[in-house]
């Protein structure tokens, strides 16, 4: 559905026109529960992309056009873009965590969204910075690591640290 002429307003809108020569992810039309999507024809719109982890995919992802809201499919794995993690932690530089799917796309993937909060404090403790594409992600995180000394420092597009 990702290449039907329907959709290709919402999709420049959204900034997600040309971004690949071949798009890696669809367009279907979902359920979201609690923590899971799946399949219905009856369903939300939604954008759908694979997780992959050592080159395998372990998951898909939903993402509704109207709400932003994120699912995955049978909650294995608690964020997209796993690998810029490890990359993070090698080199030392910052981790970029965005907002939502739609800015991790323009944003070429390069960095992370979370899916599962409840692991974000474990998966992301020991990377040098976090560096967030919107001060609300600070603030969201800043509660994740708690007070009064969160670890590791987190900064936002501007470079101000919270």
């Not at 474990?122 to 007070?147: I, N, Y």
Request: proline share 8%.
């Amino acid at each position: 559905m990702a290449r039907d002429g329907m959709f290709a307003k919402p999709l420049a809108e959204l900034g997600l026109t040309n971004l690949l020569p071949a798009p890696f992810w669809g367009i279907d039309t979902v359920t979201s529960g609690p923590r899971f999507y799946k399949p219905d024809v009856h369903g939300t719109v939604a954008l759908i992309l694979p997780v992959i982890e050592q080159e395998r995919i372990v998951d898909l992802v939903s993402c509704t056009f109207t709400s932003c809201r994120v699912r995955t499919r049978r909650g294995a794995t608690a964020v997209l873009g796993p690998e810029w993690i490890d990359r993070a932690r090698a080199n030392g530089g910052p981790l970029k965590v965005f907002d939502d799917v739609f800015t991790w796309l323009r944003g070429r993937c390069r960095g992370v969204v979370i899916l599962d909060w409840d692991a974000a404090g474990r998966l992301l403790r020991d990377v040098p910075t976090l560096h967030c594409e919107s001060h609300a992600m600070v603030q969201v995180l800043t509660e994740t690591f708690g007070w009064p000394q969160p670890d590791p420092p987190i900064t936002d597009y501007k470079g101000a640290s919270r």
